[in-house]
């Protein structure tokens, strides 16, 4: 170790590196026994067979768990399902989040802290507590979706909302949307308040106005926040646990199944903890490369 | 002229129907709260006919108020322990050129992407052979941990910003880094620290996962796992349920509504 090396503030390191060592120490404690120990032993774990009451009894079994994954219709179901979900989020949150932004930003004028509000509002509120609401909308006999429907004399679905595998992940969408959309539309409005004044007069000279303005010159701008967006909706998307659980349970018949719910569904009630360490190891390679992606962005950034 | 109108009408049109998407919900639940369950079954969309508090006591007497505490003493002491932890190691980042630095940040933008359920079933037996399962810590330590990257990150930028003059003149004065960093790094930290706890807290007073397979008990239960409770053993006592729901939000609205300028910046604060 060079004695004299100077840290940014310009004086000797080694005076202070025991003060940098505590500093520094809890965080990585923290951090390498609750998540990095883990996601090793998830990696071991997953060629291994065992149970919650054999915790300790392992068994080798090679990359059978990955073979039983691969052939799981199950698993791919959950997975795809993950993959509508990134999507749909995309479309439904960062999509209309930036309507609602640019709206709020330079469409009106009156009401726009009343709006932010209102549509802001979900977010504090409990998934769980969401989820449970969003039951009661969709239960056929007493929800007001159906009877709302009947009320105006249209159909509604035979297998109720949630019972009807070709919906039922878009009416789990609709719920996410419900609470994610305001959260979007903010980190969004940040961004566009941001953008001076002066561009759009230049805009508006070289005649751009309205819609026009904001597709050609605010959007460019904004380019980095709509990029961050788009990722912490597509990592929240692999997150999605709640809604999937309190609306339908991954139900009917495992067709809104996620990889969430999956790897609980084997992990603590199946009791299959190898099989969902498997299961784990896909989501953590696919959060890897999408933590890969917000490294790069924030450096652009 | 008119097609400025046209255009006006849209936007007002969209934010007020995105408006009533959002509030119905809460109307619902509101409403349903009030009414009988003989009200609920022969008019869904009417309303209450008289205001009807029993549901409230009902759901109280269920035991919400021992989650709610629960869900109270989990995110304070995670909380707490968050924002010290990762303000300390974020100032190293941000400060000093330690060889490691580079390394350390690269391990936090990956602890940030990895999401609880990716080690799920390890979590379960490391918090199982701490002797920690069915105990608050329980959930305390991980979600401590699960928290510290994103707020390390968000502590970093901060720092990254803030004028080094006042560091100098300590470090003149015969200063150590512990000192500089509690007497003078963290009194000025204010806004960075709200807008960290806020997050943090909103984060953690939801959480459902680690909880749900951490706390299997009822006396330790947080408030989303007591909701979960209610709706399994009412199934269609729904305005029982939504009285419970009631009383978990109101709380957490009411702060929402006095605190929103410092919600909105902590949250927009991420994009940056």
Redesign the interface.
């Known amino acids: 170790m060079n004695k004299t ?7 000797s ?1 080694s005076s ?1 590196r025991v ?2 060592i ?3 120490i ?3 404690i ?2 390498t ?10 990696i071991v ?1 997953s060629f291994y067979s065992y149970g919650m009451t054999s ?1 300790n009894d392992w068994k080798w079994v090679g990359f059978d768990n990955y073979i039983k994954a691969s052939q799981d219709e199950f698993f791919w179901i959950a997975l795809k399902n993950n993959f509508i979900i990134v999507f749909a989020s995309i479309v439904l949150q960062v999509g ?1 989040g930036t ?2 932004a640019a ?2 930003d330079r ?2 004028k009156y ?1 726009k802290v009343i ?16 989820s ?6 969709y ?1 056929p ?4 979706l159906n ?2 429907l009947i ?1 105006i004399g249209l159909p509604t679905p035979s297998m109720g909302w949630l019972g009807d595998p070709d919906i039922s992940i878009w009416m789990i969408m609709i719920v996410a949307g ?1 609470q994610n ?3 979007m539309m ?6 566009l308040q941001g953008v001076s004044k002066e561009v759009y007069d230049a805009a508006e000279i070289d005649g751009a106005t ?2 026009k303005a904001f597709w050609y010159i605010t959007l460019p701008m904004i380019r ?2 709509i990029i ?2 788009i990722l ?1 909706t597509t ?1 929240g998307a ?2 999605v ?2 809604f999937v ?2 609306l339908t349970q991954g139900g009917p018949s495992n067709a809104t199944q996620v ?2 719910t999956y ?2 569904l084997q ?2 009630n199946l009791l299959h ?1 190898g099989y ?2 498997a299961l ?2 896909v ?2 390679v696919i ?2 490369i ?3 992606f ?2 790069k962005a ?1 450096r652009r ?1 | 002229m008119s097609k400025f109108k046209l255009a006006n009408i849209f936007a007002y049109g969209f934010v007020t129907l995105f408006s009533i998407y959002v509030l119905l919900p809460i109307i619902v639940m509101i409403l349903t709260t009030f009414k009988t369950r003989r009200e609920i079954f022969l008019e869904p969309l009417g309303l209450p006919g008289q205001f009807n508090f029993s549901s409230f006591e009902k759901a109280l007497s269920i035991g919400l108020g021992g989650f709610i505490f629960n869900s109270f003493l989990v995110s304070l002491f995670s909380v707490i322990l968050i924002v010290i932890i990762s303000g300390m190691a974020a100032y190293v980042l941000a400060r000093i050129d330690f060889r490691i630095n580079r390394y350390v940040y690269l391990l936090i933008v990956a602890g940030f992407a990895i999401p609880p359920a990716a080690v799920l079933v390890p979590l379960y037996v490391t918090v199982s052979n701490l002797g920690l399962l069915n105990s608050i810590y329980g959930v305390v330590m991980p979600l401590t941990a699960f928290g510290i990257p994103f707020t390390v990150i968000l502590f970093y930028a901060f720092f990254l910003d803030f004028p080094r003059e006042v560091e100098e003149a300590a470090t003149i004065d015969g200063c150590s880094k512990m000192q500089i960093f509690f007497r003078i790094i963290i009194p000025l930290s204010g806004p960075a620290i709200a807008s960290a706890a806020i997050f943090q807290t909103v984060w953690i007073w939801n959480e459902f996962l680690l909880a749900l397979i951490m706390l299997t008990s009822d006396e330790v239960k947080t408030l989303p796992l007591g909701l979960m409770k209610l709706r399994g053993e009412w199934s269609s006592d729904w305005p029982s349920i939504m009285a419970g729901l009631t009383i978990a939000i109101l709380p957490v609205l009411i702060v929402f509504l006095i605190f929103q300028k410092y919600f909105v910046r902590s949250l927009a604060g991420l994009g940056k």
Request: glycine share 8%; hydrophobic share 65%; aromatic share 16%.
């Open positions: 090396q100077t840290n940014s503030i310009g004086f390191l202070d003060s940098v505590i500093l520094l809890p965080a990585l923290f951090c026994i609750f998540i990095f120990i883990p996601a090793f032993w998830a774990g915790l209309v309507i609602l709206i709020l469409g009106i009401g709006f932010r509000t209102i549509i802001f509002t979900p977010m504090v509120i409990s998934s769980v507590a969401v449970i609401i969003w039951l009661l909308i239960d006999n007493f929800g007001i009877n709302i009320a419900w959309t305001g959260f903010v980190l969004i409005l940040a961004g309205g819609v980095n926040i961050v967006a912490i990592i692999f997150k646990f709640e659980y309190v990889l969430g790897i609980y992990a603590f903890m969902a360490n784990s190891v989501l953590l959060a890897l999408l933590g890969w917000q490294l924030s950034a």
